[in-house]
C-alpha cells in the first residue's frame, strides 16, 4: 500500500558559537604578560646601559687599553639594541598569538607550540650560559671583572629568575593548550564506536533496512486509498492492450466462418 510523504523536518537553527574554554583564556593572557615582561627587560637594559658603561670605563681606564675598552663597550650596546629589537619582535608576535587562540584558531595553537619549544630551549641555554659564567669568579684587575662590577647588583641575579620564569611560562602554555578541547580549535570529535549491545531497529547496524521512500503511516487527518489495481488493492489490474509488432497490420474484428453462417440461417 502508499502513502503520502510526509515532507522533511525543518532542519535545527545554528547553534551560537562554542564558549571559550578556560585553559584557552588563561593561555592567551599568560602569552601576553609574558610578552610585556620581555618588552620591560629590553626596555629596562637599554636604560641601564649608559650608566654600565661610564663606571666600566672608569674602572678599567688604566687596566688596559682604550681599543679592549671600546671593543667591551660595543659589546655591550649592540647587546641591549638586539635585546630591545626582539623584544619588540616577541611582543608582537606573542600578541598576535594570544588573539588567535582566543578566537579558536587551530594555526595559532601549533605555532604558539612551535615558539613554546623553541623559548624554552633558549631559556636553557641562557641559564646554562650564565651559571657557568659565573661558577668561577672573573681575574680580579681584567676587563671581564670590570664589566660585571658594573652592572647592578641584582642585574645577573634578574637574569637568572627571569630564564627560569620564561621557561616555566612556555611549559604552562604548552600544558594548558593540550588540556584545552579540540572542538574549540574546529577539529571533529571523534566518532564513538557502535554499541554492539543496542537492539536491532531500522537503520540500526546489522538490524533493518531503512524502509522505502513513501512507506509509513498516513499523515494525520486524512487517508491515501490504494490505486486500483495495486499493492493491498480488493480489484484486479486492468489488462494491457495487445501491442502489434512493426510492419504488421493490425487485427480487425473477427469476420465469420462458415460454421458461424450455418448456425445463423434460419431453420425451415
Do not use: H
Not at 674602572?59 to 638586539?82: E, H, Q, R
Not at 608576535?93 to 594555526?107: D, F, K, P, W
Amino acid at each position: 500500500m502508499s502513502y503520502v510523504m510526509q515532507p522533511p523536518a525543518a532542519a535545527p537553527a545554528p547553534t551560537d558559537a562554542p564558549r571559550r574554554p578556560g585553559s584557552v583564556a588563561s593561555a592567551s593572557v599568560l602569552l601576553i604578560m609574558m610578552a610585556v615582561v620581555g618588552l620591560g627587560y629590553a626596555v629596562a637594559t637599554l636604560v641601564i646601559a649608559p650608566g654600565t658603561v661610564d663606571r666600566f670605563r672608569a674602572a678599567a681606564g688604566g687596566a688596559a687599553s682604550g681599543a679592549d675598552v671600546d671593543g667591551f663597550v660595543t659589546v655591550v650596546w649592540i647587546g641591549a639594541a638586539l635585546g630591545a629589537v626582539l623584544a619588540v619582535i616577541l611582543f608582537a608576535l606573542y600578541v598576535v598569538l594570544a588573539l588567535g587562540l582566543r578566537r579558536g584558531s587551530n594555526a595559532a595553537r601549533i605555532a604558539t607550540w612551535v615558539v613554546a619549544g623553541l623559548g624554552l630551549l633558549g631559556g636553557c641555554a641562557t641559564t646554562a650560559t650564565v651559571a657557568v659564567e659565573r661558577a668561577g669568579d672573573p681575574v680580579q684587575g681584567s676587563l671581564a671583572a670590570a664589566l660585571s662590577d658594573a652592572y647592578p647588583r641584582a642585574w645577573i641575579p634578574l637574569n637568572i629568575g627571569l630564564a627560569i620564569a620564561q621557561m616555566l611560562g612556555y611549559v604552562i602554555v604548552g600544558v594548558l593548550l593540550l588540556a584545552s578541547p579540540g572542538t574549540f580549535f574546529g577539529r571533529a570529535p571523534k566518532p564513538l564506536p557502535p554499541d554492539p549491545f543496542a537492539a536491532p531497529g531500522y537503520g540500526a547496524p546489522g538490524g533493518y533496512p531503512a524502509p522505502p521512500v513513501g512507506y509509513g503511516p498516513p499523515p494525520t487527518g486524512g487517508y491515501s486509498a490504494p490505486p486500483m489495481g495495486g499493492y493491498g488493492s480488493p480489484y484486479p489490474a486492468a489488462a494491457p492492450p495487445p501491442v502489434t509488432p512493426p510492419g504488421v497490420a493490425p487485427a480487425g474484428p473477427p469476420q465469420p466462418g462458415p460454421d458461424d453462417e450455418y448456425w445463423s440461417r434460419p431453420s425451415s
